[in-house]
């Protein structure tokens, strides 16, 4: 089964400019969860979708926003970058079948730099 | 709210040494709980997550971590230390209704030959 998929790997923006992130869960994973991750701030839960739905979301302001389409994959984008917004974004699927204790399955992520 | 913290930003163990990363979790309800390891440019991966079938859990690579309810620990061991396990361990925590992970700071293992 392929694992998780991210794309792009890499991306350059310049302050202001909007950015969208794409994740393509591994095959019959229902959930799509959203990290980013950051020297300074470590791991950090942005959102999480099921089924089109968005279950939760972390402590990040709106210009972060994200869906999920129909057939699972996920976009999430950042409006109006800073340079704060540098990390690497990681996305996590997973079956949902048995609630918060299945296994989250990472993506290699996307590095944004923000200059 | 759950959340973990992980005790030391670096270890440095000889090659053929004990592993021992310290996770200590707060959280007001039976957690659940991972181990992730990330190697240098990818992406995070289980080595273990511990749902209350039993405390001490087997993972991949000759990892082990042991839940104790008294301490609110889940330290993670490796009886003896590969070139290969050098990278960074996340400890993570996750409530019943979370639908999220809360990672710690992450440990930075070091391997010396």
């Known amino acids: 089964k392929a694992g998780v998929t991210q794309t792009p790997r890499y991306l350059i923006k310049t302050r202001g400019q909007q950015v969208t992130l794409s994740c393509s869960p591994i095959?019959?994973?229902?959930?799509v969860s959203w990290y980013q991750q950051t020297p300074g701030q470590g791991l950090q839960f942005l959102f999480e979708?099921?089924?089109?739905?968005?279950?939760n979301k972390g402590n990040f302001p709106g210009r972060f926003s994200g869906r999920q389409f129909s057939n699972s994959r996920s976009e999430m984008n950042v409006s109006t970058l800073e340079l704060g917004d540098s990390a690497l974004y990681l996305c996590?699927?997973?079956?949902?079948?048995?609630?918060?204790?299945?296994?989250?399955?990472f993506g290699p992520g996307t590095r944004l730099l923000v200059l | 709210a759950q959340s973990v913290t992980q005790l030391g930003s670096h270890v440095s163990v000889s090659e053929g040494a004990l592993v021992l990363l310290r996770c200590n979790y707060s959280?007001?309800?039976?957690?659940?709980l991972f181990w992730y390891v990330q190697y240098p440019n990818q992406g995070l991966q289980l080595l273990l997550k511990?749902?209350?079938?039993?405390?001490l859990v087997k993972g991949i690579n000759g990892f082990e971590a042991e839940f104790k309810k008294s301490e609110t620990s889940f330290h993670l061991t490796k009886p003896s230390a590969h070139m290969s396990d050098a990278a960074e361990y996340f400890c993570?925590?996750?409530?019943?209704?979370?639908?999220?992970?809360?990672f710690g700071a992450g440990t930075t293992v070091t391997v010396r030959a």
């Open positions: 996590a699927s997973s079956l949902d079948s048995a609630g918060a204790q299945e296994t989250q399955y």
């Open positions: 095959s019959g994973h229902r959930s």
């Open positions: 979708y099921f089924s089109e739905t968005q279950r």
């Open positions: 959280s007001s309800v039976p957690p659940y």
């Open positions: 511990y749902t209350s079938a039993a405390t």
């Open positions: 993570a925590v996750s409530g019943s209704n979370d639908y999220k992970l809360s």
